[in-house]
């Protein structure tokens, strides 16, 4: 039996024969007695409920359906199966976005179809409710990373398909080894720290709680008051000679103590894409997978597209955009993940083992990205960033200092955080 919702996902629950009778019993019939596809949570159902509570004694699993149903929402239509629905992302899908068009509720599924880019991208989005991707029987899985299977590697641990550091409970891979996971976590800190400042600034909590800034200019402190406390050392700010024409200016603070390379991540972006992605899609996707877990760079790759989001993502949220025809000219694959009120919006580069111009091919894709991105989401506007560099460098934090009037020349002058550092140059 499955049950497909809009407000709360998918339920799924094998009973026996004899309890199925009763169980069904709640639920709207034809005249043969089978209960139809489609159902309404309306408050005759929601009285029905009790019955489960027979069902309960001998089938205590049963109490977790029944407050599934009570949290529907009054009314709220929703699909039953007589048959467990495959775990794969696409049939899932397919019945969500059915439910959602309903129940016509502007889910992160299709809050996007205002856009055109629904005529050239069929979009899968992930994030919003709890999701496992993959195969559910240890012994079955294969590690999407390295292709190895059970028990060649193991599955012990729960992989995240995005970084828990960045929020995510929800979204998890199950073809996702060990040993790959481990290795991942690498390329996972560097993410982190490209944005770590942002985590203490807006005080969004980590696996330990509220998370602060220790580095040698910076220190962001969580622990002792409601706000953040925000301080800089070792910082001095000499007022210039024309303090007279200024009201104030911009410079740089470094974190040394949260490097990244910025290679790695896009790396780490495509990371989260391709856990998520259907299996069907891995065979086109080979040679990302060896960048994304080889310590090999590319020369040069696609730019990212960044903005700052006015709204504030506690947990993260990822469209998978995959093309509906074959006109090459766009990309097969992008990527819109929303962390914070950040969205990075990348395509997952397709390296061809002979083709020594890709560099060329991604310069001709840019462009098209660019003009294209402003047609698909009018009203938006990306900044494009290039995370081709395979050198280390810190999290790039920019400081305001403000000049009032009457300032004096060696004046020291505490330094404010800009905020605008998303749009700024790598
Ligand atoms: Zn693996």
């Known amino acids: 039996m499955s049950i497909v919702t809009s407000s709360h996902g998918l339920a799924k629950s094998a009973l026996s024969k004899e309890l199925l009778f009763s169980f069904i019993s709640i639920f709207k019939m034809n005249a043969n007695g089978d209960p139809y596809t489609l159902q309404t949570a309306d408050s005759e159902f929601k009285s029905k409920l009790t019955i489960l509570e027979s069902i309960s ?25 007589n048959f467990l629905i495959e775990d794969d992302v696409e049939s899932t899908f397919k019945y969500k976005i059915a439910i959602d068009n309903i129940n016509k509720k502007p889910s992160i599924i299709s809050h996007t179809d205002d856009y055109s880019v629904v005529n050239d991208y069929v979009i899968y989005c992930f994030g919003d409710e709890k999701r496992y991707v993959g195969r559910k029987k240890k012994e079955e899985r294969i590690c999407r990373f390295c292709g190895l299977s059970y028990p060649e590697v193991t599955f012990d641990k729960k992989a995240h398909a995005i970084s828990e550091s960045l929020g995510n409970k929800k979204i998890f891979c199950n073809d996702e080894c060990d040993s790959c996971n481990k290795n991942f976590g690498k390329l996972e800190q560097q993410f982190y720290n490209s944005i770590a400042f ?71 972006l495509c990371k989260y894409a391709l856990s998520l992605i259907a299996s069907k899609y891995l065979s086109k996707l080979t040679s990302t997978i060896k960048w994304v877990t080889s310590e090999n760079f590319e020369k040069k790759l696609p730019y990212i597209w960044v903005r700052d989001l006015s709204e504030m993502y506690d947990e993260p949220l990822i469209g998978i955009y995959i093309r509906n025809h074959l006109s090459a000219e766009l990309p097969l694959f992008f990527v819109r993940l ?89």
Request: aromatic share 14%; hydrophobic share 35%.
């Open 57 to 81: 004694k001998s089938f205590p699993k049963i109490n977790c359906l029944k407050s599934f149903f009570q949290n529907l929402e009054t009314d709220e239509k929703f699909l039953l199966f």
């Open 198 to 268: 942002l985590f203490s600034l807006y005080q969004r909590k980590g696996k330990e709680g509220l998370r602060n800034i220790k580095s040698k200019f910076l220190q962001i402190d969580n622990n002792s008051s409601p706000q953040p406390k925000i301080s800089f050392k070792n910082i001095r700010v000499d007022l210039p000679e024309n303090i007279h024409d200024i009201n104030g200016f911009h410079f740089e603070v470094e974190t040394p103590e949260y490097k990244f390379i910025p290679q790695n991540i896009y790396k780490c």
């Open 338 to 426: 929303f962390v914070l009120n950040i969205e990075y919006l990348f395509i997952l580069p397709l390296f061809e083992e002979d083709d020594s111009n890709s560099a060329r091919n991604f310069i001709s894709l840019n462009e098209v990205i660019s003009v294209k991105l402003k047609e698909w989401f009018p009203g938006i506007k990306f900044f494009e960033k290039d995370y081709s560099s395979t050198e280390y460098q810190s999290l790039p934090i920019t400081v305001t200092v403000e000049v009032p009037e009457g300032s004096q020349k060696n004046e020291f002058l505490e330094p404010t955080l800009n905020n605008t550092w998303v749009c700024d140059e790598l």
